[in-house]
């Protein structure tokens, strides 16, 4: 079974199009969505309803801390990130709002864990900055393999008997065989607010039967996503950010 694991959409139509289309044209059987489907981008409305359609099918969709501050939930936002929660909770219908505020914080399936910031406290929502980090998170799951958002960057980290943590930056379109000598914990990138100086969207794939990830680089309309925030009247930043990636 071939699973996408997509993450940190933020409101990007056109990020998220070209990456469900990527994935469905790369063998994606199953969708696992990180969280932070909300905020920073201009069509809130369409990625909470695509959200809401994967997880009628069977798919895993987890709350973000934008999705948690957008529902109502005591998060700490900056100014432009706090304007963006407002008018996004003002674009959303209801039921949307109640979709985002009963998305569960984790889930684990095999040897797998999903979490959208990290598997010690997923509710607190710490990032996951470096190999410190990754070892807190290591060693406080049972699972081999923690998939995790929240910081955009695409990075894997791996950790032996010694519990030594090491990281590197992944390859996109390379596939890397998850030892089972090793934990690890990987980090897709964002889908739709990269800010590794790339603006092409970032996903990964996991090939459970042969225990392979890839990371996947998406180039999209960043410019029609960033004039559509440029048109709705939010934070200048997030329009720069898209075409930049950074």
Same mark, same amino acid.
């Given at each position: ?77 900056n100014e432009d990130a706090q304007a963006c929660v407002l008018w996004t909770r003002a ?10 505020? !009963?998305? %569960? /914080? @984790? $889930? ?10 990290? =598997?010690?406290?997923?509710? +607190? ?14 060693q406080a799951v049972r699972a081999r393999i923690t998939f995790c958002g929240h910081m ?22 390379? !596939?890397? %065989? /998850? @030892? $089972? ?10 889908? =739709?607010?990269?800010?590794? +100086?790339?603006?092409a969207a970032s996903y990964a794939s996991y090939d459970e039967f042969n225990s392979l ?34």
């Open positions: 079974m071939s699973i996408a694991l997509l993450t940190d959409i933020h409101s990007n139509r056109e990020a998220l199009e070209a990456c469900l289309a990527h994935a469905q044209d790369h063998g994606a059987t199953r969708y696992i969505f990180l969280g932070d489907y909300v905020n920073y981008g201009a069509d809130p409305v369409w990625v909470v309803d695509t959200m809401m359609a994967h997880a009628a099918r069977g798919a895993i969709v987890l709350r973000g801390n934008h999705d948690e501050a957008t529902a109502g939930g005591a998060v700490q936002m674009q959303l219908r209801p039921e949307q709002i109640d979709f985002l505020r !009963a998305l %569960p /914080l @984790s $889930a684990e399936e095999g040897n797998c864990l999903f979490v959208h910031a990290n =598997g010690w406290n997923p509710q +607190g929502f710490e990032y996951i900055h470096g190999p410190m980090q990754a070892a807190r998170n290591l955009h960057d695409p990075m894997l980290y791996h950790m032996g008997l010694t519990q030594r943590v090491e990281a590197f930056s992944p390859v996109p379109e390379t !596939a890397i %065989p /998850l @030892s $089972a000598a090793r934990r690890w914990l990987a980090i897709p990138g964002s889908v =739709g607010q990269p800010r590794d +100086g790339n603006p990830l890839t990371f996947w680089r998406v180039p999209y309309d960043h410019d029609t996503a960033a004039a559509k925030v440029h048109a709705a009247g939010l934070p200048e930043r997030y329009a720069r950010q898209l075409q930049l990636g950074a």
